[in-house]
């Protein structure tokens, strides 16, 4: 698939690939959002369990436990895709990864509480977190008005076809896929970018300029990677004015 250049009155198609538990997809989002205020775009929101689909690098390696409870709540949104329609993704994502990410929320400073922790004692602490997912999830299936039934959908591996599906369907012009993680963005169909990942949230004309940037790189064939030399520093779900 190829990129297609929208005409003067139309809007941007922006695709979201994203998992309930990632902080800076959380972050991504809602700087879409954002830029959505001030410049044309449409965006849409699709669910995919990229560290948790069957031959994942350093799978056979990861907490059972944590493998069993993780995908419990994009394996909700996809059911909720399947029976409502893709309409529906955004809106529950937003209620859920809310719940996660917000302030008090169940992986709030979750960053920072794991810096310096072995990765097992990292998973054991989100297995232990984790055990609170289905409350969050039922409470945002509440707030979006879908059936509280979706809610079977997280211990039911028959819906990772569904996500391994979504990860398939990442635009890559005919050339392997290669995805290291959520969140992935797709501008106007063309091939999926990694990214941007960013500490706090951009508003306003602020999220209008990164999108531009954005966008430009996004589009521009000769264009395949950039990174900070420096560490990430934890992800504030704040807004920059």
Known sequence: MTSTVPGPDEADRVDLWVDPLCAWTWITYQWLR????TRPLSLSVRPTGLGYLEGAPGRDQEDPDFLERAPGPVRVLAAAEAGHGREAVAALYEAI??????EGGIYDDLYVRTRGLTQE???????????????AV???????????ALIEAMSSSSWDGAL???HESIPRDGRPLDVIGVPVVSVNGGPGVFGPVLRAVPAGQRAGRLWDGFKALAQEEAFLEMRRVTPRPAPKPELLG
Request: a positive charge; zero cysteines.
């Open 164 to 166: 391994r599906a979504a």
């Open 138 to 148: 039922a409470a945002a299936l509440e707030e979006t008005g879908l059936p509280q």
């Open 97 to 102: 990864a809310r719940r996660f990410h917000g």
């Open 34 to 37: 954002q830029a959505g205020s």
């Open 121 to 135: 004692a990292k998973r054991r602490l989100q297995v232990t977190l984790l055990e609170q997912a289905a409350v």
